[in-house]
């Protein structure tokens, strides 16, 4: 038997500290570059900006998959937010909700402090839509609408979207120059793709995935139906290095860290993994 024995609360207290370091003291590494987060930027950046158009994001995601989908969803709001395009946000899954209102406004309080006298109005820069069930069937009647307000009705707050300044013009979803899904649910991709379209007009379609999902999301990227792509949060993390890189001001987000404390923690079971052979070895010598 090998002499050779250390404690597995060692282990998990190396483990900890890898994941909770970066996290504490907001160490980041700079992550990988990722070519179809790169394309998801320059799509984003290329988003037509005028009178009466708006973008819509969806968050279809819960708490499984918050460590993967939120920081995507964030980069992205942000984004959009710095270029001053109207968000109106929404999900299909019930247990996103709580995402819809802290995602936004912990994207705000973050660009307020950035850049001091700026601000994002709700009604006129963002609107929570909140969950609309349905599915496949409320994406096909959204695609159909003449009146997208009209459909619509309210928002999350019971507010008639008709009396809010960001929907002023908006009429079908020819009027939405972008649209952002993010999601970890195999097959919630495809139900946009399929159906939010109409004659004449597809919008720009962007998605963040999970990484067990990439593969699905892979063959819409190539094809051209998405324009760009987040893999996992190593996307999320490579799309706030870019952000990083044009606004120097920035604050570290999420993104970064987590992607640092995953590879830092990644690192350690590798070394680990490595010594426990060694020292396997020098045992088996030894008798």
Request: proline share 5%.
């Amino acid at each position: 038997m090998s002499k050779f024995h250390l404690d597995r609360r060692i282990i998990y207290a190396a483990i900890f500290l890898s994941v909770l370091v970066p996290l504490l003291f907001k160490v980041s590494l700079k992550p990988v570059k990722l070519d179809a987060s790169e394309r998801l930027y320059q799509t984003v950046e290329g988003v037509e900006r005028r009178e009466g158009a708006i973008a819509l994001l969806s968050f279809d995601f819960g708490p499984s998959t918050k460590a993967e989908n939120e920081p995507q969803a964030e980069v992205i709001l942000e984004h959009l937010m710095r270029r001053r395009i109207p968000v109106a946000i929404f999900s299909l899954t019930v247990v996103s909700q709580p995402f819809l209102t802290s995602v936004p406004e912990r994207v705000i309080k973050r660009l307020q402090t950035e850049i001091p006298g700026e601000s994002w109005e709700y009604g006129k820069d963002w609107v929570n839509l909140g969950y609309r069930p349905g599915a496949a069937l409320f994406i096909q009647a959204l695609a159909k609408s003449d009146d997208l307000p009209g459909y619509l009705s309210k928002d999350a707050n019971g507010t008639q979207l008709s009396m809010l300044p960001l929907f002023k013009g908006v009429k079908t979803i020819a009027d939405v120059n972008f649209l952002g899904e993010f999601t970890g649910s195999l097959g919630m991709l495809d139900t946009y793709i399929q159906f939010f379209q109409r004659k004449g007009y597809t919008p720009i379609i962007g998605h963040g995935c999970t990484s067990i999902t990439i593969p699905e999301a892979y063959i819409y990227l190539d094809s051209g139906q998405l324009k760009g792509l987040l893999e996992g949060v190593s996307g999320a993390a490579w799309y706030s290095q870019i952000l990083l890189s044009h606004h120097s001001n920035r604050e570290k987000d999420s993104a970064l860290l987590i992607n640092t404390a995953l590879g830092v923690s990644q690192l350690v079971i590798i070394l680990l993994i490595v010594l426990g052979n060694v020292f396997g070895l020098l045992e088996r010598r030894r008798v």
